[in-house]
């Protein structure tokens, strides 16, 4: 079992930046990948960035060059630095790993961007 805490939602101004936090516990010694998704009201969940263990990320076309996913591996916990926020960044956003073919995911921050 691994339990993700998310932290670090909030309410900004377009334009603006946020820091979520996402802290890993319990079997996590076999975490090779962790990313960042969100849902937007009446939208399906959808991908933001993924880090694997050796490094490499991976972004959605929609936030490449304003957010950056970052991981420290001692404190199991990853980071998704997002910048230049915008209004249709508003949204859930959701931390997710997979641990021997299990997927878990946090409880969900919310984002709220105005204009």
């Known amino acids: 079992q691994v339990q993700l805490v998310e932290s670090g939602g909030g309410l900004v101004q377009a334009g603006g930046s946020l820091r979520l936090s996402c802290a890993a516990s319990g079997s996590t010694s076999s975490i090779i990948v962790m990313g960042w998704y969100r849902q937007a009201p009446g939208k399906q969940r959808e991908l933001v960035a993924t880090?694997?263990?050796?490094?490499?990320?991976n972004y959605a076309d929609s936030v490449k060059g304003r957010f950056t996913i970052s991981r420290d591996v001692a404190k199991n916990t990853v980071y998704l630095q997002m910048n230049s926020l915008k209004p249709e960044d508003t949204a859930v956003y959701y931390c997710?790993?997979?641990?021997?073919?299990?997927?878990?995911w946090g409880q969900g921050t919310q984002v709220t961007v105005s204009s």
């Open positions: 997710r790993t997979m641990n021997r073919g299990v997927v878990f």
């Open positions: 880090i694997i263990s050796g490094g490499s990320t």
